[in-house]
T-cell receptor, first 114, second 112 residues
């Protein structure tokens, strides 16, 4: 039972345009959501998070939106840069209830073309 | 750099052989996790620890065991390696101030 799903395995975007990565979840106990970025042969690195009491969190070019009623979150990257090309994982946590272990989606490979 | 070291970084082993992967942290964080990454599956939690000698199972724990005798070390053991355990293994650590976990560089394990 996949509790966190990223239904798009890949996304290709032109440099300077917006990248939108999507993620869906099923467990209503999740109260924190995170995005990680991963380059080949490296470990995932934390990018941005949002708590369930918010619907938007912004950090520079990265914005995460949370729609609790739809159990959906998205990561917007504006403007996209070639260095953003990587695999992006969304993750969810029942931080206040289940000790905060992270459950990840399958990942979306973003390619930003010059 | 989150102060996490995984060893070895690469390993090739034969089916049926026991294998131990090590995760070492210098952050004194309470929580430690082992994940595996496979194409089409993302990162799946194998086992985690919430303190010395306190561990619990994750999503894909069959065939794996863990031990944590010191705060800084979290060991993952494959009792008898199988080809389905060929994967990239990541250790992660987390403090008590938020949900963000920080990952090591990974161990690429090949079971032949």
């Amino acid at each position: 039972d996949q509790q966190v799903k990223q239904n798009s395995p890949s996304l290709s975007v032109q440099e300077g345009r917006i990248s939108i990565l999507n993620c869906d979840y099923t467990n209503s106990m999740f109260d924190y959501f995170l995005w990680y970025k991963k380059y080949p042969a490296e470990g995932p690195t934390f990018l941005i998070s949002i708590s369930s009491i918010k619907d938007k969190n912004e950090d520079g070019r990265f914005t995460v939106f949370l729609n609790k009623s739809a159990k959906h979150l998205s990561l917007h990257i504006v403007p996209s840069q070639p260095g953003d090309s990587a695999v992006y994982f969304c993750a969810a946590s029942a931080y206040y209830n289940q000790g905060g272990k992270l459950i990840f989606g399958q990942g979306t490979e973003l390619s930003v073309k010059p | 750099d989150a102060g996490i070291t995984q060893s070895p970084r690469h390993k090739v082993t034969e089916t049926g052989t026991p294998v131990t992967l090590r995760c070492h942290q210098t952050e004194n964080h309470r929580y430690m996790y082992w994940y595996r990454q496979d194409p089409g599956h993302g990162l799946r939690l194998i086992h985690y620890s919430y303190g010395v000698k306190d561990t619990d199972k994750g999503e894909v724990s069959d065939g794996y065991s863990v031990s944590r005798s010191k705060t800084e070390d979290f060991l993952l053991t494959l009792e008898s390696a199988t080809s389905s355990q060929t994967s990239v293994y990541f250790c992660a650590i987390r403090g008590t101030e938020g949900p963000e976990a920080f990952f090591g560089q990974g161990t690429r394990l090949t079971v032949v």
